[in-house]
């Protein structure tokens, strides 16, 4: 049976973030999601789910886009950085 994502309002926001980041530094690379996915060994419709922020991707599988995408995990990361507010005292 087909699995139903949950609509995006409902969707973690660091899964968007992260999704949208991928899907820039691939855009940037000039990969296609196709290509992207095979680069990476995973699923294309796989792949469009984290993109689209719908999958709770494993470690394993994060780790294959940042090295498709030739960075660093802490380069990659800093995509999804927030800025800090200062804090009240």
């Given at each position: ?36 996915a095979?680069?990476c ?49």
């Open positions: 049976m087909a699995r139903n994502p949950p609509p995006p309002e409902n969707r973690q926001p660091i899964l968007l973030a992260f999704g949208a980041a991928v899907r820039q530094r691939r855009k940037d690379k000039g990969f296609s999601q196709e290509a992207f095979d680069e060994e995973i699923d294309r419709s796989y792949m469009g789910g984290v993109e689209r922020g719908e999958r709770n991707i494993a470690l394993t599988n994060v780790e294959k886009i940042i090295s498709a995408l030739g960075l660093q995990p802490s380069d990659f990361f800093k995509a999804l950085d927030k800025p800090v507010k200062d804090k009240v005292q």
